[in-house]
């Protein structure tokens, strides 16, 4: 067992994420996270939703209204390859970790994004034991 050393925090860290698969089943991808400390990652989290943060319209219109499903799921799969390009530093997977893979993953398996994105928070705010 290690012994702990307070003031020795890594940069990055790996962690096993399993993925659900649109079959059914279960696939994985080890990441390399960003390592924070719980503060860190709570001042980084009031960032992002700083920055997303948009007054509400005082006079809506038309286009304003108009509600669009592809261009709502669209936003989403690039604002999580965005949010995974902040937290990891790359992956195991046989494709270039980039933000056009992260984008294309974020499509073909959004509930893998969704994974990455739950265990990178669940390691930071709660800690794991294992993979």
């Known amino acids: 067992m ?9 940069k990055t860290f790996e ?3 399993t993925v659900p698969m649109p079959e059914g089943g ?3 991808v080890t990441m390399q996270y960003r390592y924070r400390t719980r503060t860190e990652f709570g001042a980084f989290v009031d960032e992002l939703v700083a920055a ?4 509400p319209a005082t006079s809506p219109q038309e286009e304003d209204v108009r509600f669009s499903l592809r261009q709502a799921l669209e936003s989403t ?3 999580n390859a965005d949010y995974i390009l902040k937290i990891a530093d790359g992956w195991n997977l046989d494709e270039e970790f980039s933000r056009a893979s992260l984008v294309q ?4 398996l959004p509930g893998a994004a969704l994974a990455i994105i ?9 800690g794991r034991l294992g993979n």
């Not at 739950?118 to 709660?126: D, G, P, Q, V």
Request: proline share 6%; charged share 30%; net charge positive.
């Open 2 to 10: 290690a012994k702990i050393k307070l003031g020795a925090r890594p």
């Open 15 to 17: 962690a096993t994420v």
């Open 26 to 28: 279960t696939a994985s």
């Open 52 to 55: 997303a943060g948009t007054p």
């Open 77 to 79: 799969r690039d604002t």
């Open 105 to 108: 993953l974020c499509d073909e």
């Open 118 to 126: 739950e265990r990178y928070r669940a390691a930071l705010t709660e």
